[in-house]
């Protein structure tokens, strides 16, 4: 990661940022389907009226195709195509504190643990 810039892109999409949370709280290589549910669930907590299964699909499309090549190029994530596993393996510091204030702010009452920033700034 070269700028600040570059880590406020990559967190510049919802999507984007509830799969970051989800891979972040994981210390397992997760399936696309497992990310899919879990950002899918997210989603629809957060909109009314959408149904997770209407949006599975959409949800696990654009993962493959936008947010995790994105996130793959801007951050240390292994995106293993084959076996369709993917894991965080060694994200820049900018990135670990922010997507956990963002985390803070956007979804405090998610049930998903939050990386600690204090431990971050030391």
């Known amino acids: 990661m070269n700028s600040l810039d570059e880590v406020f892109r990559l967190l510049s999409k919802e999507r984007r940022r509830y799969a970051l949370y989800y891979l972040y709280q994981q210390d397992r290589p997760v399936t696309i389907e497992e ?5 899918n669930e997210w989603e629809a907590a957060s909109a009314e009226g959408s149904e997770p299964d209407e949006r599975f699909e959409d949800v696990m499309l654009t993962l493959n195709h936008t947010h995790l090549p994105e996130i793959e190029s801007a951050a240390s994530v292994e995106f293993d195509r084959e076996n369709e596993g993917v894991r965080i393996t060694d994200a820049a510091r900018e990135v670990e504190i922010l997507l956990s204030i963002a985390q803070r702010l956007e979804k405090p009452s ?10 971050l700034l030391n």
Request: net charge negative.
């Open 35 to 39: 990310l899919t549910d879990a950002v």
């Open 110 to 119: 998610l049930d998903i643990d939050t990386i600690d920033v204090s431990e």
